[in-house]
């Protein structure tokens, strides 16, 4: 997918004056956030849990090499096919590869951030094949003009109904509806043709399994069964960091996963996927394929921020962000937004290519006390601030001005003057009155609230002056 | 009993902008039977560094810091932010160096946010303030989530006889401030102040009190560019202290 993180304050400002996605983003944020509360009251030990699964991921990721190859034996031994991706064009020319060799002309595909990652359905459809999105989320930005998703859970979290409406309305020629379950009912008409007629299924992976070398999916539609069992060919493209251990290990990364994602105690549907189908069985793929992606994972293993790597993708942190729910998940620029994303798209996009990103938090830490394998993403995203720092990323002029101002702080007297200067600065642009409005040292705070005025002394200036009174009294 | 010799670092946010929250501070501790004293050349405890990426800046002035405060008794900090940064950040940021490593943990270990230190240390059971009317309390991201401060204001705050605490929705939430963010990502800062105020304002309380400055002038700003005039904005240290 297309990097549009550069530009993340043109975005992000776009998204303040979009009037539908400020509505959305308000009925979200309570939706996900409450209903998460609410959820996680019925674990006995919801903290323990927590640390139970960030040692679960840790295992894995600490030792990936040999758990990938565990899980690579295993789904050997079930008859599937694993292939190794290194980046997003070789995800391509694999799956596609794959397609010609079935004579696939059509693909079901449920949700998969990788294949965003990869920019797959562009690639398919260069190479003459059809992919369907069938999560409805999906498919709804699919037929918009394959909008990008806003949100790794709920892709068109920022559209509102009206929207999608129009967006049926005109695509499908049928009269224009407002009815949800209308809406969804027509969706699913059109799509049953295609899970009919797909020669190839495609899904994403929550988790792989070493020891059975199984895929878990976790979805809410159902739709993700009609890929996976319809098609005579079904691919599984994850990245490698997917991996657990044994199958126990689900029990307790499930307890966390649909509750910190959706509010769910489980979500709807829940799979796990072995092997090609057997002669005395009915349902289930012909031909089976893992496509195991790096994309810039290997390189994160064992460096910084290699804690990153536990991640399972529930979209908590941003549901939780402040900066998320004021200006939604576009406004990140690539595949992942929120927390999670300002982490992930420096590390797989390139630290150049996103310099905002890491910058655009309060680092109030919302994210990290929600995660449920306890990343500490507010540290991930400070140590890149300091990647950046490091490599000279940074403006000039900020980088100027934090030596300079971090030399003058370890000078007490010289810091003492400064600091008396600028209080007085200060209460001279007030002109008398409590507030300053336009502030040229620092005008975007001014862009949209004041700057309550100083008092007009330093403490340290009348703190002296106050000994000397005591003093000499 | 011999007094308790308290450093009170005065972080460089009050310094600059409200020195009476130094002194409400000031006047609690002393209030409370404490020996204060601000070191003359303290001046910022380096986190705008460290969270700007500057870690050379940062480990300097951590240095810095430890120097000029580890030789009492306890230190105490108007900001649960700032607070947190020498309690929970100083050891992180010096951990290549054991020497500086060892003497930052043994500052974390006797660091407090004020008003946790005045409830968990010195217990006191009375404060001069003299507040009277509504307020709501804005719980600041760091103090909250690392320090554990949420009883502590609200306790002592319910010693001062005129005060009548009325809970925002929110509370917990983010007000947007975030340090460099808000010069950085002006608009989308204020756009989450405006969240935080719009409770504020439901909460019809006649003040918003919090721990942090910083949290408190971006409150501030919003609330008068939304042309709210009267509800008043203050430092816990100011309300517990009364006048100074
Ligand atoms: S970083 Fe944590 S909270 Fe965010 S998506 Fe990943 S697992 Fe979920």
Redesign the interface.
Known sequence: MEIKSMSFKANAAGSLANVVLQGTLKNTKGKFVTKRAEAIKDLDDFEATRDAAAAIRNKVIDNLDLWLERFEQKALDTGATVLWARDGAEVCRLVTEIAKKHGVKKVTKSKSMLSEEAGLNQALEAAGIQPVETDLGEYILQINDNEPPSHIIAPVVHKGLDEVADLFHKVHGTPRKTDIPALTREAREVLRSHFLSAEMGLSGGNFLVAETGSVALVTNEGNGRMVTTLPKVHVVITGIEKVIPPLEDLSTLMRLLPRSATGQSISNYFSILTGVKKPEEHDGPEHLYFVLVDSGRADVVGSDFHAMLRCIRCGACMNHCPVYQTIGGHAYGWVYPGPMGSVLTPLYAGIENAIDLPHAATLCNQCGVVCPVKIPLPDLLRKLREKQTERGLRPLTERIGLRLWAWVAQRPTLYALAASFGARYLKWLAAGSDRIRVLPTAPEWTLGRDFPAPQGKTFRELYAARRKTASRA | MARVRVGLF?T?L???????I??ASLKLLETAGCEVI?P?????C?Q???????????V??AK?AIAEFEGFEYVVVPSGSCGDHIRTEYPNLLAAESEWRDRATALASHTYELTDFLVNVLKVDSVPGDYAGSITYHDS??GL??MGIKEQPRALLAKVKGVQLKEMNGCE??C????????????????????KCDNVLASGAKAVVGGDLGCL??I???L??MGNETTQ?LHVAEVLAGRV
């Open positions: 005065v460089c009050v310094d600059l902008m409200r020195p009476r130094g002194f601000v003359e050349t303290q001046t910022c380096g705008p560094a460290w969270n700007s990426g500057d870690a050379p800046g940062a300097a002035l810095k991201c760091t989530r690392s939430e983010c947007g401030f975030g340090g460099t963010f808000s010069v950085k990502f002006g608009e989308v800062s204020a756009a989450i102040a405006e969240r002038l971006s501030e700003g919003k008068r560019r904005v």
